[in-house]
């Protein structure tokens, strides 16, 4: 099949979160399987990458989007390490800013200009793809546009689109009174009338009402968006449409995440040979200058320091435990201040217990994961999260909340049966989390003799589960052969 994937953001080239992993990896699998797929991203000034070379595929090409006449260029680079063409969208007034997003009064206009020219690429490339395949708020344009402006163009006669929704806390919500400069003024009747009427214009909305399939990224989180406590107002379109509606868990790419084959820590390991891990363990605390005490458990914590991932808990649970416990945390991730100035101040409250570095790194998140005996992720709420996956791929037990893609990759640990992959609180408060912590550390016990084997077990559990995107993609595959057939 012919697959065009749109997203605002592709790793290598520009990444803020899991879109951006995902946006690589789902489309390299699928290149791959021997289907031809081809990827459209702004050309961010990041992308530049050292080495990589970019072709004109189009130059000035105008856009008429209300009273805006934008004018664009596209351009072409391999995906690395594939042969896959990536087309960048370049319109520096639009996105040659230092955030790949923001709150500028032209944000609406920015991302109308990408799923405009996604078909732009198309034609100037001779591009007929059987499926478009589009990315949350910023790219949920395109199948309304699909119907409505490029529905003439018999290169998009049989295509189909699909829409997957990475994160249903980010919606891409406008004043009505921008739709002339969507392009879309005279189709205003296919908007969601309500939304219009209280003087909204919801991106994501429009995407969800016109996309021919809706994805999103664990099967547990496609039922919690359904409900009202998690649906963020957009519930009743989701039921509406649930018969479109799937759960497909995310994958990671195990070329970048395998402890076997990392080249960002000392020493690799695997579930037969876990010997490493304790090399990277005595690197991690090196680094983050924490004595290096192998009987004591090392809570790892890579993340965006935002609400939704549950910092408040962490913020009236974390202080006890360690004052009262004997644990060690290092944590890697800036975001809220007021989350920042929290664990500054842990850090100093507790010198030889906790570090934390706010300034993210790649390579200082991979020794986290391959140093950390668990991994601290309570959030909110979550899609499906990758650094659970991470860290059961690198033998890192995880303690996480029972919500969306945890639920369906973390498991309680059972001593009896010896089942399970980490541990799981279902009551997001103070409580749920502190048995959650209570119960690693007794599981983690001395951390010698029995109770290390015990814990190898936990951590073999986990290593052992299939989390790339080899065993993802088929499902994906699945989907856009009923869509096209």
Same mark, same amino acid.
């Given at each position: 099949?012919?697959?065009?994937?749109?997203?605002?953001?592709?790793?290598?080239?520009?990444?803020?979160?899991?879109?951006?992993?995902?946006?690589?990896?789902?489309?390299?699998?699928?290149?791959?399987?021997?289907?031809?797929?081809?990827?459209?991203?702004?050309?961010?000034?990041?992308?530049?990458?050292?080495?990589?070379?970019?072709?004109?595929?189009?130059?000035?090409?105008?856009?008429?989007?209300?009273?805006?006449?934008?004018?664009?260029?596209?351009?072409?680079?391999?995906?690395?390490?594939?042969?896959?063409?990536?087309?960048?969208?370049?319109?520096?007034?639009?996105?040659?800013?230092?955030?790949?997003?923001?709150?500028?009064?032209?944000?609406?206009?920015?991302?109308?200009?990408?799923?405009?020219?996604?078909?732009?690429?198309?034609?100037?490339?001779?591009?007929?793809?059987?499926?478009?395949?589009?990315?949350?708020?910023?790219?949920?344009?395109?199948?309304?546009?699909?119907?409505?402006?490029?529905?003439?163009?018999?290169?998009?006669?049989?295509?189909?689109?699909?829409?997957?929704?990475?994160?249903?806390?980010?919606?891409?919500?406008?004043?009505?009174?921008?739709?002339?400069?969507?392009?879309?003024?005279?189709?205003?009747?296919?908007?969601?009338?309500?939304?219009?009427?209280?003087?909204?214009?919801?991106?994501?909305?429009?995407?969800?009402?016109?996309?021919?399939?809706?994805?999103?990224?664990?099967?547990?989180?496609?039922?919690?968006?359904?409900?009202?406590?998690?649906?963020?107002? &957009?519930?009743?379109? #989701? /039921?509406?449409? *649930?018969?479109? %509606?799937?759960?497909?868990?995310? +994958?990671?790419?195990?070329? !970048?995440?395998?402890?076997?084959?990392?080249?960002?820590?000392?020493?690799?390991?695997?579930?037969?040979?876990?010997?490493?891990?304790?090399?990277?363990?005595?690197?991690?605390?090196?680094?983050?200058?924490?004595?290096?005490?192998?009987?004591?458990?090392?809570?790892?914590?890579?993340?965006?320091?935002?609400?939704?991932?549950?910092?408040?808990?962490?913020?009236?649970? &974390?202080?006890?435990? #360690? /004052?009262?416990? *004997?644990?060690? %945390?290092?944590?890697?991730?800036? +975001?809220?201040?007021?989350? !920042?100035?929290?664990?500054?101040?842990?850090?100093?409250?507790?010198?030889?217990?906790?570090?934390?570095?706010?300034?993210?790194?790649?390579?200082?998140?991979?020794?986290?994961?391959?140093?950390?005996?668990?991994?601290?992720?309570?959030?909110?709420?979550?899609?499906?999260?990758?650094?659970?996956?991470?860290?059961?791929?690198?033998?890192?037990?995880?303690?996480?909340?029972?919500?969306?893609? #945890?639920?369906?990759?973390?498991?309680?640990?059972?001593?009896?049966?010896?089942?399970?992959?980490?541990?799981?609180?279902?009551?997001?408060?103070?409580?749920?989390?502190?048995?959650?912590?209570?119960?690693?550390?007794?599981?983690?016990?001395?951390?010698?003799?029995?109770?290390?084997?015990?814990?190898?077990?936990?951590?073999?559990?986990?290593?052992?589960?299939?989390?790339?995107?080899?065993?993802?993609?088929?499902?994906?595959?699945?989907?856009?052969?009923?869509?096209?057939?």
């Amino acid at each position: 099949m012919n697959v065009l994937f749109v997203s605002s953001e592709v790793a290598p080239f520009a990444k803020s979160g899991g879109l951006g992993d995902v946006s690589a990896a789902l489309p390299r699998q699928l290149g791959a399987l021997g289907h031809d797929v081809r990827v459209v991203m702004p050309m961010y000034p990041r992308v530049r990458l050292p080495g990589v070379v970019f072709s004109e595929v189009a130059d000035d090409v105008a856009l008429s989007l209300g009273r805006h006449t934008v004018r664009v260029s596209l351009h072409t680079a391999p995906m690395p390490g594939t042969r896959m063409p990536v087309y960048f969208v370049r319109c520096p007034p639009l996105f040659d800013r230092p955030s790949l997003y923001g709150s500028s009064p032209d944000e609406h206009l920015r991302f109308a200009v990408l799923s405009w020219a996604a078909f732009k690429a198309c034609q100037h490339t001779g591009f007929s793809p059987d499926i478009l395949h589009v990315n949350d708020w910023q790219t949920a344009l395109v199948p309304l546009l699909l119907k409505t402006r490029f529905a003439w163009d018999r290169l998009f006669a049989r295509t189909k689109t699909v829409i997957t929704l990475h994160n249903l806390g980010h919606q891409g919500t406008f004043p009505a009174e921008v739709l002339p400069e969507t392009g879309l003024g005279d189709s205003a009747h296919l908007f969601h009338q309500d939304e219009l009427r209280a003087g909204r214009l919801g991106y994501l909305l429009t995407g969800l009402l016109h996309a021919d399939a809706i994805t999103t990224v664990s099967p547990t989180y496609a039922k919690e968006i359904q409900t009202p406590e998690q649906g963020l107002r &957009l519930d009743p379109v #989701l /039921r509406a449409r *649930r018969d479109v %509606l799937t759960g497909i868990l995310n +994958g990671i790419d195990e070329n !970048e995440w395998n402890p076997a084959a990392d080249h960002h820590i000392p020493q690799a390991f695997s579930a037969d040979d876990l010997d490493g891990k304790e090399v990277c363990k005595q690197a991690l605390m090196a680094s983050v200058r924490l004595p290096y005490r192998p009987e004591v458990p090392v809570f790892g914590l890579v993340s965006r320091l935002v609400w939704q991932k549950g910092l408040d808990l962490c913020v009236r649970v &974390l202080p006890s435990l #360690l /004052r009262h416990q *004997r644990c060690q %945390l290092v944590v890697l991730g800036k +975001g809220e201040p007021a989350y !920042e100035e929290f664990f500054r101040t842990l850090a100093m409250a507790f010198p030889h217990k906790v570090a934390y570095d706010s300034a993210f790194n790649e390579a200082r998140a991979h020794l986290i994961e391959a140093g950390a005996d668990l991994f601290l992720m309570p959030s909110r709420y979550e899609p499906c999260g990758l650094n659970q996956m991470y860290s059961l791929r690198y033998g890192t037990v995880p303690v996480v909340h029972k919500t969306g893609g #945890l639920a369906d990759t973390v498991w309680n640990f059972d001593a009896k049966t010896q089942q399970g992959t980490g541990f799981v609180f279902e009551h997001f408060d103070d409580a749920g989390l502190s048995w959650a912590l209570r119960r690693a550390l007794e599981v983690w016990g001395s951390g010698t003799g029995a109770d290390r084997a015990r814990w190898r077990t936990i951590q073999r559990n986990g290593m052992g589960l299939p989390l790339g995107w080899k065993h993802r993609v088929g499902r994906y595959v699945e989907l856009y052969e009923q869509l096209c057939s």
